[in-house]
């Protein structure tokens, strides 16, 4: 049974940092691509951060550019949100998930984790 699990969600003050954790387990998610994406109270989710299998490849959302980053670990189970330079407007539920072949910014993969909660305030 596939699984990710999502972890390091809190509560942080505006301009303060984060670090989500993916957990993948189940396959071997080593050779998936993984992204991030995060759904406000009242809105659609949305993309937010994903990277290619190898690793070599990040895409990230405008509105993150430059203030989050998404990395594997080395064994490639394990993928990363390191948030720093949180606003208000980045407060949501982050979701990781995982996807054969390319890494795409659309909602069209095929695992999902639970959710973790981010809080930010300002």
């Known amino acids: 049974q596939a699984q990710l699990v999502e972890s390091g969600g809190g509560l942080v003050q505006a301009g303060g940092s984060l670090r989500l954790s993916c957990a993948a387990s189940?396959?071997?998610?080593?050779?998936?691509?993984m992204g991030w994406f995060r759904q406000a109270p009242g809105k659609e989710r949305e993309f937010v951060a994903a990277?290619?299998?190898?690793?070599?490849?990040?895409f990230y959302a405008d509105a993150v550019k430059g203030r989050f980053t998404i990395f594997r670990g080395n064994a490639k189970n394990t993928v990363y949100l390191q948030m720093n330079s949180l606003k208000p407007e980045d407060t949501a539920v982050y979701y990781c998930?995982?996807?054969?072949?390319?890494?795409?910014?659309?909602?069209?993969?095929?695992?999902w984790g639970q959710g973790t909660q981010v809080t930010v305030s300002s």
């Open positions: 189940g396959r071997t998610f080593s050779s998936y691509a």
């Open positions: 990277i290619s299998w190898s690793g070599g490849r990040t």
């Open positions: 998930a995982a996807r054969v072949g390319v890494v795409i910014m659309t909602d069209a993969y095929d695992y």
